[in-house]
């Protein structure tokens, strides 16, 4: 999967996207990441891309010139052509489904907004989708457009070390993932739970998916309804204690 990037600033990218998971990722040829400068299709010895809103206000607009530009010299590089994504506070909130649908994508343009926004007419006829990260405002979509393209490039093939990793991370069918321990068994009198030790991999699987439930319902509550419960399952949640701590000193409870 290719990810090109339309930014101010290239530079913010240079720590993210060379260390750990998405550097192993680009090595391997899993995904390939282009940084361009929006700066470049400026045409102004100034190279200017913001000026100020028509009919007054703060702060100050991307404009389209350069946007545009960018975006039609960027299309050729590869093929196919990129779904254009906005990094936008107005756009559509960055969940496990959106993720989904964006990781299919072979090829995504990423536009890092900045100042107070951009031009209506690239929401209107250059984007063709706009993303948020949540319901708060960043100085621009740099740092958004880093959490998209890790939480999307975690769903490529040969990115992860095991493919098995997403099956049961936080929101996989709705739910947030289960608690989990290492080494030791004991640390400063806090012990693993039994079940986690007793090697009876059936009965761990249970656990586990009850502690799903359980901490979903207290932490996240609005996911549960959505969520890939069976009515069994249900039934058992309606009668645990709202108490996590209640419910896990009892080790024998059974879905």
């Known amino acids: 999967m290719r990810f090109d990037i339309l930014t101010l600033f290239p530079g913010m990218f240079a720590g993210p996207l060379d260390e750990s998971i998405i550097k192993r990722a680009q090595d391997s040829g899993a995904i390939e990441i282009a940084l361009h400068q929006l700066r470049d299709w400026a045409t102004d010895k100034h190279r200017t891309v913001d000026d100020y809103p028509f009919g007054g206000g703060a702060g100050m607009l991307m404009k389209p010139e350069p946007l ?33 649908e964006l990781a299919a994508e072979p090829r995504l343009l990423l536009i890092c907004a900045r100042y107070e926004g951009v031009d209506e007419r690239v929401r209107e006829h250059l984007v063709d989708l706009e993303v948020s990260v949540g319901d708060f405002v960043l100085s621009g979509g740099e740092l958004p457009a880093m959490l998209l393209l890790d939480a999307v490039a975690r769903f490529i093939p040969g990115v992860l070390g095991s493919e098995a990793s997403l099956e049961e ?3 996989e069918g709705g739910l947030l993932e289960y608690p989990q321990y290492t080494r ?11 079940v986690l030790l007793s090697g009876n991999h059936a009965v761990i699987a249970g656990w586990r998916r009850q502690r799903r439930l359980l901490r979903t319902r207290e932490v996240r509550p609005d996911l549960i309804e959505s969520s890939d419960i069976t009515p069994k399952e249900r039934t058992w949640l ?18």
């Open 68 to 100: 545009f530009a960018a975006v039609e010299a960027i299309q050729p590089l590869a093929t196919p052509p990129a779904k254009v994504v906005l990094l936008s506070p107005q756009g559509r909130t960055l969940d496990r489904a959106l993720v989904g």
């Open 169 to 171: 991370e936080s929101f």
């Open 184 to 194: 030791p068994p004991q640390f400063r009198g806090w012990t693993v739970p039994d």
């Open 238 to 255: 309606d009668v645990q204690p709202t108490d996590i701590q209640s419910t896990e000193a009892n080790e024998d409870d059974s879905t």
